[in-house]
Every structure is written in C-alpha cells, then in structure tokens.
C-alpha cells in the first residue's frame, strides 16, 4: 500500500477516528465541511500531531505514537497543494519552481524544472510574476513547485475550490496528466463529486470523523447508500468505457460493459479508455426494449437493489453488462412497472444529458 492511517485526534467538539489503506494512484478523501479531512490530511503533512495512531507512506513510518515516532513535516518528502496557490510573490513562475527544486534530497530521482513546465502548461509562463496569472494557473505553477521536490507522495487540500467554473475545466485535464505520467501517489481532499468521480482511483467517505465507505471510485458512486451523503441531484455512478470510433454526425461511440454509449464528440483517440459519470436523475427505466425514442442509449441490465427514502422517490440500482449503474424515480413509476431485485430492465440515457466534464481519462 502507497499510504496507511490509523489515528485518532479530538478537535473541539469533533473525535476524528479514521483508519484506511490507500493503493497507487489518487486516493479521495471525500465529505461535507467538518467531517475531518482536512484534520486527515494534516496529519499526513505532519502539521498536525494526533493524540494516537500510525501513518506509514510508502511503507516508510511516519508516525507511531506507540513507539514515539514522530517525523518532522519538512523531512516526510511529500509535497502539498493548498487550496490557494501560495506563491512567492516577488518571485517569477521559474523562481518559485526553482524554489520547489531546493527541496529535492541530493541525488534524488525525479522530473526536471522543464518537464514540470511542460506537462504543466505554464512554459509561456515562466517569466511572469504570480500576480498576473490566473487562479488555474496558480494552482498549475503549485502543483509544479511541489513536484520539484521529488516527493514520495502529493497531498492536495481542495486544490479548485477556489476556482470558477471555467478554470476548474481548465485544470482538471493537468490533474489527470500529473496522475497518468508521474504515478505518484496522490491524497486529494474534496467535497466535490465531480472532481472526485473524475479523478479518484479510490475513495475514503468521512463523515463525523469516521470512515463511512471506502472502495474504489466505481463501487462507492454506485452505492445507493451514498445518495444521503451526496444528494439526490449529485448521486450517479462511473462506468468505464473505451473509446471505439468517432462519427461523422458529431457523435463519439464508446464501448462500455453492457454495450455502446454515443456522447457528444470527445477529444480522444479511437481505443483511450476514460471513464463517464452518468447521473441517477438522467436514466429511465423500462421493462421492455424500447422503441420509437429520440435518446439513442440503452443498456440492458438487472435490479440488483431499490432503495427508497422519505420523498416520493426511490433509487433504483442496475447491473448492466460488469458495470453498476444507478436510476432516481418516482416509487410509483417502480410499483407500476413491478420493479424489485432480479428483474431484467432497461437503462435509457439520452447522449446530451452527460455534461463533457463528466467525461475523463481513466
């Protein structure tokens, strides 16, 4: 495992008891404000000290109150992004990167201040000074500061929140980028699902300080279970797909478990793999194969479990083909049609109704 954590820490009313195992890629600490994430991941940093417990990175101990180890923040060789960039304002993008670089252990292995630029997109940049840049980019040149340093691992607190619309688009491809050519392990704090659908290989739900769910992005969106914590408008599940051939009317057809998906045009070549969160209040269900209908996905699948909540709606959890996928309707439409678990339905999905940022490389 790249990280380990079992601590345990009391912060004014909140008793953060959390304990999980992360693998290679990003690992997401996902929650609500005040669930303890950023109590996690401080510890990691070693800017925080838990009353008890045991962190471990790359099977180096970094933490262990039994035996009263306890590394300091500056000599754990990772790097952390904040959620606002911090730059060194009197010092140019190459300054701050160079800066980043002073940090790198002598000897160390790692990408060069270029290669950074490059993967980055900040090369144009590197003469000009924090203040005339763009929160994205920002961000992009702290990402590169920290990655100079030749860290074992990346830690990144909320990394877009701060970010509009338009720039968190404009860096999510960046992040998946630095995840896909490094391999560094990553320990990325969000409350946002999208980021987290699209980037994380694993995710660790806290709520009240404890681990409520953990597992791979795909098993924990897919849960009914989670729709409480997400929200009715955010619950959805991932599905990963191949992209097999571009179309002359402007659509993408994609290759998923359980058959096609046509999207809008993606960017991407024929065979990337990607992966296409699909949201619960987007699918319909029918018994039937439908006919006669302008939407032009269908994916036939199977009930696996209906779970319903106060409202007059209840969630509606299928197997298509490997994958899990997830519908919201109304419990009358699930009692007029016989739904229960067992029985063989179909998921229609209009090619529209996924957003292009929902779409990323897997």
């Known amino acids: ?18 304990a999980f195992e992360a693998p290679g890629g990003i690992t997401a600490l996902f929650g609500q404000s005040g669930s303890g994430k950023t109590t996690v991941i401080n510890a990691v940093a070693g800017l925080l000290k838990p009353q008890s417990g045991r962190i471990t990175v790359q099977s180096k101990v970094l933490l262990d109150s039994a035996t009263g180890v306890n590394v300091p923040p500056h000599r754990r060789r990772l790097g952390y992004v904040f959620q606002d ?15 980043g670089s002073r940090f790198a252990p002598r000897g160390s292995i790692g990408l060069a201040l270029a290669e950074v630029a490059g993967m980055l997109g900040i090369t144009p940049l590197l003469q000009r000074r924090p203040g005339s840049l763009s929160g994205g980019e920002k961000q992009r040149v702290a990402i590169g500061r920290a990655l100079l340093s030749h860290p074992h691992m990346l830690l990144m607190d909320e990394p877009l929140a701060a970010l509009d619309s338009a720039r968190k688009e404009e860096i999510l491809p960046y992040l998946e980028r630095l995840r896909d050519v490094t391999g560094l392990p990553i320990l990325y704090v969000s409350h946002s699902v999208a980021e987290v659908a699209r980037l994380a290989a694993t995710v660790v739900v806290l709520e009240n300080g404890r681990v409520a769910r953990t597992g791979s992005a795909e098993q924990v969106f897919s849960d009914p279970a989670m729709v409480r914590q997400l929200g009715l408008r955010e619950a959805g599940a991932i599905l990963p797909a191949t992209v097999a051939s571009h179309h002359a009317d402007g659509l993408t057809e994609l290759a998923v478990s359980a058959g096609k ?6 960017d991407l070549p024929p065979g990337a793999k990607t992966r296409v969160r699909i949201l619960a209040q987007d699918v319909i269900l029918s018994r039937d194969a439908p006919t006669g209908l302008s939407a032009l996905n269908i994916l036939p699948g199977s009930i696996t479990e209906i779970r319903a909540g106060s409202g007059p709606g209840v969630v509606v959890q299928l197997k298509c083909g490997d994958d899990l996928l997830l519908a919201r309707i109304t419990r009358r439409s699930a009692l007029t049609l016989g739904l229960e678990p067992g029985v063989a339905c179909h998921a229609i999905i209009k090619s529209v109704s996924v957003a292009r940022h929902d779409v990323g490389h897997n």
Do not use: C, K
């Open 261 to 266: 998906l046509l999207l809008p045009q993606l």
């Open 1 to 18: 495992m790249s990280l380990s954590v079992d601590i345990r820490h009391t912060l004014g009313d909140l008793t953060v008891e959390v």
């Open 85 to 99: 960039a911090r730059l060194f304002p009197h010092l140019s993008v190459e300054g701050n990167l160079i800066y």
